[in-house]
């Protein structure tokens, strides 16, 4: 820890990076589904309370898959990969249910399911930090062992739930609004305050940008990335609980394809695949669009397959756009603070 | 911050590591109650006979309805003294159960009872099967080619939309909705059932003038049936009946109608699960019935394959064998008839 201070000073511009501003391009998508849903369907927008209703029950669909993209963004900027969250979800929703369930109560549950989550973001950790796993090889391994042990733990039965604190979880209101709304908005303010306000932070852009220069500017690489790991299973804890309480139950196949969905939400919010820099307000954006496109196409009786082509589509533009804007808003920068200084990522 | 060293990690991973092992001792027992026929006072059938060895594959699924397929073959078999029942798991696609079942060939068992992931891509297998002697039955997912089984018993897929579509046609009619608002979730859609399934469904609502209004795709489980619901009661403000084609996704459907506080419309389920079942029989909720695709299949699979590895046919038809083709009907489980249903609940 002795060359913390010889970390260099990060960018002014990273603060800009974080703000609503950079995403405008993703405001104007969502803002562009909402007028399609007005047009399409004007006499359901046209009652107050439907619209009250639908926002909520869009960031009502978007909570758990937000929880979980939050954990996502920070491995992915820490330069790695988690494609086992899905499966993680499902492992720590089945073992709460089916351990905890009757005997323990709703607390047990709760501490089941982010003790499993943290337990198999440990793993992966260790098998990444420590083993020198790819993370994409040892998370690919994790999610096809977690859902066969979820299997195994559930009897591939759905398991229903039938503590009434857990069920009522979504279902109950603080001030007019959904408690697994305030769960969203609280995870993705400390995942804000976690990356841009504190030396954790710091570090996971240090390590996903160059882990190299980041082990000789003093920080332990190994260690945050196993945190990172951790981050995320921890996350997944949280979003099984809040799955769970929505199904009322948990199965072995739950949160099927999460994994994918939490990526491109990452990735179409700013975050780089390549690690080294990403946004949790973006992040959020990523998943509010989904949930959106998928409220559109419902309300209009759209087929699901349509669905998901829009969403590849999506994901493309938006990429294409960020990387458009990024290279001009380097360029720029580069061109104002220090002529002589490289951009950071010329090839991007 | 707590400083992590490289022993405390191992020491904690080995935990975390007892501890994935240490659950699957106290795992819930998946075998609950299976259904089994087991009365066979005065069937001369059911007198022990020549031994068989019936080889089994079905898929290791993790979807309650394939789980009770195979728990009810084993215990249909452990039902006959003259019965050794070999299973080989089907791995995870067709490919997996293609390897699988080659070695069971090579083991000449006396008849296969497979449900394979998928009948088309498994038609080759039971061709070679049926090529080296072994008569195949297919269980509920039909082989293209005639020559690839001796006996295809399956459940009724359009017939539980048939059904379905009656049932909602019938309730509407007699309460005098004239333009009912029907929604419906399938389960996976590309799959060729449940494409059936709504081809029944459209079918008999036809009848009545009806047709869906909206159709919100699951994938036969809670979680995602939990949002397919969510997404559809936002689209239709006011429905009068709904039908979710499968009681497993049918939970979260269900607990997605309870989080909206709607019940201004009736719903019926699919496949008739034992949570089904006792919530029609409680009609504390919107499930009013539920039309049955019964994995008992598996265990009259069991019981045909062993009459056909003795010679033997159905002692209440003319015919000297077991026929080749079986089709289970789709009934409608209601409040009246839910207990005599209840057993055959999974």
């Known amino acids: 820890m002795i060359a913390e201070t010889a970390l260099p000073e990060v960018n002014k511009s990273h603060r800009y990076d974080d703000g609503v501003l ?6 104007g998508v969502l803002v562009l589904l909402v007028i399609i849903g007005i047009v399409t369907r004007p006499e359901l927008y046209s009652d107050p309370t439907w619209v009250k209703n639908n926002i909520l029950t869009i960031l009502q669909q978007a909570s758990a898959i937000g929880v979980v993209t939050v954990g996502m963004t920070f491995v992915i900027i820490g330069g790695g990969i988690d494609l086992s969250v899905g499966a993680i979800i499902a492992l720590a929703g089945v073992w709460a249910t089916t351990l905890a369930t009757q005997s323990y109560g709703a607390a047990g549950m709760i501490f089941t399911a982010l003790v499993v989550g943290i337990a198999v973001g440990l793993v992966n950790g ?33 398991q229903v739930s039938a503590n009434s604190t857990i069920n009522g979880i979504a279902s109950t209101k603080l001030l ?17 305050v976690l990356l841009n306000r504190t030396t954790f932070g710091r570090r996971t852009v240090a390590v996903g940008g160059n882990p190299e220069a980041a082990r000789l500017a003093g920080i332990n690489v190994k260690r945050h990335t196993l945190l990172l ?47 080294g820099r990403g946004t949790i307000v973006g992040a959020l954006f990523g998943v509010l669009v989904f949930s959106t496109i998928t409220n559109l196409f419902a309300i209009n009786n759209l087929a699901t397959e349509v669905q998901n082509m829009v969403k590849g589509g999506i994901i493309v533009a938006a990429v294409l756009l960020q990387q458009f804007r ?18 950071e990522h010329p090839s991007r | 911050m707590i400083q992590i060293s490289r022993r405390n990690i191992l020491l904690g991973s080995a935990a975390a590591g007892t501890g994935l092992a240490l659950s699957a001792c106290t795992s819930n027992d998946p075998a609950g109650t299976a259904q089994v026929k087991t009365d066979t006072s005065g069937n001369a059938n059911a007198a022990a006979g020549q031994q068989v060895v019936i080889g089994f594959s079905a898929p290791a699924a993790d979807h309650g309805w394939i789980a009770a397929i195979t728990n009810n073959a084993k215990a249909q078999a452990k039902q006959y003294a003259d019965v050794e029942l070999r299973t080989v798991e089907a791995g995870t696609d067709a490919a997996a159960q293609r390897a699988a079942l080659a070695t069971l060939i090579a083991q000449k068992p006396t008849v296969i009872v497979m449900l394979p992931h998928d009948g088309k ?17 297919n269980l509920d997912r039909a082989f293209p080619s005639a020559a690839a089984y001796r006996l295809q018993i399956k459940g009724d897929n359009y017939g539980m939309g048939l059904a379905a579509g009656k049932y909602i046609g019938d309730q509407l009619k007699a309460k005098g909705v004239s333009n009912p608002i029907i929604g419906e979730i399938p389960g996976i859609d590309s799959l060729e059932l449940t494409q059936e399934r709504t081809a029944g469904f459209n079918a008999a609502l036809a009848v009545y003038g009806f047709k869906v209004a909206n159709r919100r795709p699951a994938e036969f489980t809670a979680d995602s049936g939990q949002a397919a619901a969510t997404a559809l009661l936002q689209a239709l403000p006011k429905m009068d009946a709904l039908w979710n084609h499968d009681d497993d996704q049918g939970i979260g459907v269900l607990a997605a109608i309870k989080q909206a506080n709607r019940g201004e419309f009736f719903m019926v389920g699919g496949a008739g699960s034992k949570a089904a079942i006792d919530g029609i029989t409680k009609d504390d909720t919107v499930l009013k019935a539920t039309v049955t695709y019964s994995p ?28 080749k083709e079986i089709t289970l009907a789709s009934e409608t489980i209601t409040k009246d008839n839910a207990s005599k249903y209840a057993p055959l609940g999974f």
């Open chain 1, 326 to 343: 990024y290279r001009s808003l380097t360029n720029l920068l580069r061109r104002r603070n220090d002529p002589d200084k490289p951009s």
């Open chain 2, 121 to 137: 891509e498994l038609n080759a297998t039971g061709l070679e099967a049926m090529r080296a002697g072994i008569p195949v039955v």
């Open chain 1, 126 to 158: 260790v098998l990444i930090a420590y083993g020198k796993l790819v993370p994409f090889i040892a998370t690919l391994a994790m999610l096809v062992s977690a859902r066969g042990l979820a299997a195994q733990i559930s009897g591939k039965q759905t």
């Open chain 2, 296 to 323: 008992s299949m598996a265990s009259s699979a069991i019981s045909l394959a062993r009459l056909i590895g003795q010679g033997k046919g159905l002692s209440d038809l003319v015919e000297l064998q077991v026929p």
């Open chain 1, 22 to 27: 950079r995403n405008l391009g993703l405001v």
């Open chain 1, 229 to 275: 790991y951790v981050l995320s299973g921890l996350c997944c804890g949280i979003a099984a609980i809040m799955l769970t309480s929505q199904a009322t139950s948990a199965q072995a196949a739950m949160a099927n394809l999460y994994e994918l969905d939490a990526i491109a939400a990452a990735i179409i919010g700013g975050t780089l695949l390549s690690g």
């Open chain 1, 176 to 192: 007019g609004i959904p408690l697994l709304i305030w769960i969203l908005a609280v995870v993705v303010a400390a995942g804000w």
